[in-house]
Every structure is written in C-alpha cells, then in structure tokens.
Nanobody, 125 residues
Framework: QVQLVESGGGLVQPGGSLRLSCVATGVIFRFDDMGWYRQAPGKQRELVASISASGNAKYAEFVKGRFTISGDNAKKAAYLQMNNLQPEDTAVYYC???????????????????WGQGTQVTVTT
C-alpha cells in the first residue's frame, strides 16, 4: 500500500516562507504526477500546484510567483516552497499523487491515487 506523508507546516508571519515535503512509501514503479492541495476552514479543497512526471509544473493563479513545486523521483518526494505567505494562505495542505504500483509484471501493475494526512499552515501576526 502506497502512503504519502507530509511535513513542513507551521506558524509563520505574513511575508514569511515555509517548505512543505511529501514523501511516498511503498512499492512505486512510476509517478505519473503529484499535486499539492489545500483546504481552509469552511471551504472546499482546492488545487495549489501540480507537477508531471516530465517536470511540467502548473499553479493556481493565487500562488503564481510565490509558490514553487518540485519533485525528486529518486527520493520519491515532492516539495512546495512557499514564499511571501499571506493570511489567506492559511489552510491544511495535502499532497496527492498518481502512482503506478503493484507487482513486477506489467499486468500486475495498477494506479493508486493516495492522499497524505495533511499539514497545517497558519499565517498570522
């Protein structure tokens, strides 16, 4: 069973920075893509940024120029560098990935799309 574990959240003042990490464990043959989402109290979960296996990154408009997503296939990890954080960025941040797992033989492999447990980011004075 593939699992994702996030870390790096915390309390920061406006204008500050945090770097979130997402590490995958389990049998993984390939990452198709990974994404960071967030959910603020009383709001729906929304996509923040995503990165494809080829390294193509996409960002929500509200984080463009401030956040950077990156991946490290060797470490089975993805990162979200968040700069110039604002109070409206306060939320629980979740990692999600589309992963090929299963057995060694091709017909034994299948896709999973696990979610991490989330990490709290709070931006306040």
């Amino acid at each position: 069973q593939v699992q994702l574990v996030e870390s790096g959240g915390g309390l920061v003042q406006p204008g500050g920075s945090l770097r979130l990490s997402c590490v995958a464990t389990g049998v993984i043959f390939r990452f198709d893509d990974m994404g960071w989402y967030r959910q603020a109290p009383g709001k729906q979960r929304e996509l923040v940024a995503s990165i494809s296996a080829s390294g193509n990154a996409k960002y929500a408009e509200f984080v463009k120029g401030r956040f950077t997503i990156s991946g490290d296939n060797a470490k089975k990890a993805a990162y979200l560098q968040m700069n110039n954080l604002q109070p409206e960025d306060t939320a629980v941040y979740y990692c999600n990935a589309n992963i090929i797992t299963g057995g060694i033989l091709r017909y034994q492999q299948y896709q999973q799309s696990p979610w991490g447990q989330g990490t709290q980011v709070t931006v306040t004075t």
